[in-house]
């Protein structure tokens, strides 16, 4: 692998690193844990994340994209459409074609580009109704890497995603652990050395009591999916009046 000096990453609120916690309303994310596998092996590397929560592809291209153009960095990861998949009415050959248009801007620069397939979220309650357009959309992705020449990040064969600890009580964003393995699994895509397995098992859990299991979906229903839902119907996003947590390249320390 070429020297990497300097990473850009681009995105939503996975790239943002939601549900890392690092104290108050600041977050860690599987970026910024990539960005300190690349430090150690060069130690002056520069890092910016860009990535804003609840961004659509078109912002994320109109925003972002030009900004990852100005800075010209060695390496840019881009994840981006999940929010547009979830919503209804999305469309995923018109996501990929803003894709595409996004990942030929950033190619011209002569930066390395890492993209991302969606999460198989079959298991998950509402999110398994857009596993079929997740599974369609993952498909452009790979042919858009292909075409492109991108280093790709399959999540959907990540079969320890599927467990539960992977993801926050929102069910909605990773755990800490979750953002961990996927720095593990870019990391290895990347050609870095990371020192820990991806794929390590979680320990076997307890089946959980069918009433007690259903006493928590009510719960997570209530506190997570009706808010989310009623920012879709009014047209608000998480991440309005937010700005990028690393908007220039720097060092890490």
């Known amino acids: 692998m070429s020297v990497i000096t300097s990473y850009v990453a681009l995105g939503d609120s996975f790239t943002e690193g939601l549900n890392d916690h690092v104290g108050g309303d600041r977050y860690r994310g599987w970026a910024d844990r990539l960005a300190e596998l690349l430090a150690a092996g060069e130690p002056g590397l520069r890092y910016a994340n860009l990535a804003v929560r609840g961004r659509l592809i078109r912002q994320i291209l109109d925003e972002q994209v030009p900004q990852a153009e100005a800075l010209a960095p060695d390496l840019v990861s881009l994840c981006a459409g999940g929010n547009d998949i979830l919503r209804p009415g999305g469309d995923p050959d018109a996501i990929a074609a803003l894709l595409d248009t996004a990942v030929t801007r950033l190619r ?143 060092p890490l320390r």
């Open 108 to 250: 011209a620069t002569g930066a390395r580009v890492v993209l991302f397939t969606g999460f198989d979220l079959r298991q998950v309650p509402v999110m398994r109704l857009v596993h079929h357009k997740i599974a369609v959309y993952n498909l452009h992705i790979h042919d858009i890497a292909a075409r492109h020449g991108c280093t790709l990040v399959d999540l959907w064969a990540m079969g320890v995603l599927r467990d539960r600890r992977a993801w926050s009580e929102d069910r909605l964003h990773l755990s800490a652990d979750g953002h961990r393995r996927i720095a593990l699994r870019a990391a290895e895509v990347l050609g870095l050395p990371a020192g820990e397995d991806w794929r390590e098992p979680y320990p076997p859990l307890v089946p959980a009591v069918w009433t007690d299991a259903r006493r928590e979906d009510l719960r997570w229903a209530r506190a997570f999916l009706a808010p989310w839902i009623n920012r879709r119907l009014h047209g608000r996003s998480s991440g309005d009046g937010l700005d990028a947590k690393r908007p220039d390249l720097a």
